[in-house]
């Protein structure tokens, strides 16, 4: 589940969400028309230029991080977006690492079971980059469609994006260790939080290029289909770094002005429980490393492992509000997060899915309040999948059987386990017991 957008963390993306007219007249000739365009881009390339040095200037200021060289900056349409979208996507991840996505997300329960994530993906994130700095091409790109004036504070976003660059390395944040996502999401969340409180600043100091700003985000005719249709997993995950990431960067450099938030490309938040509570952050209160067995042998030789990860607890909290729908019971159930891990099998037949979930917790009370709301949501999750819950459950111990496999939770202490897809082959007792290993 913790495997998201991986290509804005790439590109540091600039979203719509956050907050060239043709003119009829005289008939010309075709070279006549041919030299009023190429004019009109020349002038229009000039003017991005000239307003890049400036914007850059002020982020500078603002920012309290020397220009260490110039920025080169351009417009891109939306078909451009779309390629540059694509590229990203099939330089930073694999084919089996996009159905391993799509799989999981599935087997959770978060997305439609006939959706497709990569296609998916790339229509949301063209409709939504309205900005993006590329580390690898050291440029800046705007959108074309929007007016220059009202760009001007995606262009501070962006262009304390190529300072970030300049002075901290963003290329590193690449190439992530496989299986840590949570904790890659919360290097988004220092990235994208400071580039947003950044951009609060500029426009601050500037209210009417705030205005036109809104004006321009604000408009009717800024597209928000994609966005409006997505998946709520995909849709929050995408806003995290930005919001949430915003949050804790204002926290951060209330206790220590920007000096703070530069050190913290050296100390890096480790989790997005750090996010959403940068207390502990401050704290260094450090995720607990948690691994599971390989279970292969027990589920037989037509299985093999497709994915692993860590859900952390933003998708906790995700995970059990897709079907509680109770945004303020989730957070708590989610909170007190320690450290876990999840992995995913596929069989050889469709539909053939395994999960296992091993999570730890602060204390034993976190660990029951996890558990108790996952009982309510493994109910809503396989309501309509001819689900049976088996009279052999018990306090520590809860058992489902559903025409998507067996399921079961297991609580002893902090630790939850958390198992679903069990085939009908296999003895699901022989399987917690290896998996408590």
Known sequence: ??????????????????????????????????????AAENAKNAAIVATTAAVLKE????????????????????????????????????????????????????????????A?????????????????????????????????????HELTHALQDQHFNLRRFERWPKGDSDAELAAHALIEGDATLAMKVYMARNPMIAFAFMRAFGSSA????????????????????????????????????????????????????????????????APVKVSLPDVRAELGSKWKRVDYDVNGEWSYYLILDQFLNAEAESKRAAAGWAGDRYEVYEGTQPG??????????????????????????TRLRYANSQVKELESSSASRRQWTTNEGGVVMELIGKRALIVEGIPATVSDRELTKVLWQ
């Open 1 to 38: 589940m913790s495997k998201r957008i991986r290509i804005l963390l790439v590109l540091s993306a600039t979203l719509s969400l956050l907050g060239i007219s043709i003119l009829a007249g005289n008939p010309a000739s075709a070279s006549q028309r041919k030299g009023a365009v190429v």
């Open 59 to 118: 982020t500078s200021e603002i920012r309290e991080l020397p220009i260490l060289r110039p920025v080169k900056s351009g417009a891109q349409s939306r078909a451009e977006i779309e390629r540059m979208v694509i590229r990203n996507l099939d330089e930073e991840t694999t084919p089996a690492e996009t159905h391993a996505t799509e799989l999981t997300l599935k087997k959770l329960g978060m997305v439609p079971p006939d959706f497709q994530y990569r």
């Open 120 to 156: 998916f993906l790339i229509k949301l994130l063209t409709e939504q980059v309205a900005g993006y700095f590329d580390p690898k091409q050291q440029h800046f790109f705007i959108a074309d469609w929007i007016d220059l004036e009202g760009q001007k504070p995606v262009m501070a």
């Open 222 to 285: 800024m597209p928000t289909e994609q966005y409006k249709q997505a998946p709520r997993s995909l849709r929050e995950s995408l806003v995290f770094p930005y919001e949430e990431g915003l949050e804790w960067a204002t926290a951060v450099y209330k206790k220590g002005g920007w000096t703070a938030v530069s050190q913290a490309f050296s100390a890096l938040p480790q989790s997005s429980e750090q996010i959403l509570h940068p207390e502990k952050y401050f704290a260094n209160e």
């Open 352 to 377: 053939e899915v395994f999960l296992t979930q091993m999570s730890v917790w602060d204390t034993e009370k976190d660990a029951q309040e996890f558990f108790d709301a996952y009982i309510k949501r």
